[in-house]
T-cell receptor, first 111, second 116 residues
């Protein structure tokens, strides 16, 4: 089946540092999404990307839809303790509902 | 307003028993999804309901898994003859169809299922 390769698996950073994570695929996706999941909660949508090359920001978060449509990255600037959680990428290949998820990046921020 | 709710939050069962997991979507949302999240894995699509249309069951891993959505609102995911590999967090989401693009899915907190 379709696979999204998300890296890194985990990150340990100091408060104030910037962080970057990415997702790659051997298949083309038409939409890329980034979610955050806090412990004991469901994922929450952070950013949605609909067009190749698109660069979108949401506060300290910036995400880009790769030109090849086979990758996306998420950057978090000036990290704070509440950024801790698992970040997932997800892609859609034209369906308005069926998503393929990456395995997630566990982010730990040391105050 | 109220978000997606799921019950129970935790369920421990013995291998071979049947379990039912419940999802209450956001009021007015016509679409409902079930996902499975195994430890260290991403979300695995199980089933999708949209209004009165036939559900997309393509993600159900075996015939032990089934789901219903009564009255276009509450949904129940049933796992029969549970196996240890069924242990996971089962997440429900709902959405309201948009005009374009991927519909934004709002997730519940999940049910953590442990099969002993």
């Amino acid at each position: 089946g379709q696979q999204l390769n998300q890296s890194p698996q985990s990150m340990f950073i100091q408060e104030g540092e910037d962080v970057s994570m990415n997702c790659t695929s051997s298949s083309i996706f038409n939409t890329w999404l980034w979610y955050k999941q806090d412990p004991g909660e469901g994922p929450v949508l952070l950013i949605a990307l609909y067009k190749a090359g698109e660069l979108t920001s949401n506060g300290r978060l910036t995400a880009q839809f790769g030109i090849t449509r086979k990758d996306s990255f998420l950057n978090i600037s000036a990290s704070i303790p509440s950024d801790v959680g698992i970040y997932f990428c997800a892609g859609s290949r034209g369906s308005n509902y069926k998503l393929t998820f990456g395995k997630g990046t566990l982010l730990t921020v040391n105050p | 307003g109220a978000g997606v709710s799921q019950s129970p939050s935790n369920k421990v069962t013995e291998k071979g028993k049947d379990v039912e997991l419940r999802c209450d979507p956001i009021s007015g949302h016509t679409a409902l999804y079930w996902y499975r999240q195994s430890l260290g894995q991403g979300l695995e699509f199980l089933i999708y309901f949209q209004g009165n249309s036939a559900p997309d069951k393509s993600g159900l891993p075996s015939d032990r898994f089934s789901a219903e959505r009564t009255g276009g609102s509450v949904s129940t995911l049933t796992i029969q003859r549970t196996q240890q590999e069924d242990s996971a967090v089962y997440l429900c989401a709902s959405s309201s169809p948009g005009t374009s693009g991927v519909d934004t899915q709002y997730f519940g907190p999940g049910t953590r299922l442990t099969v002993l």
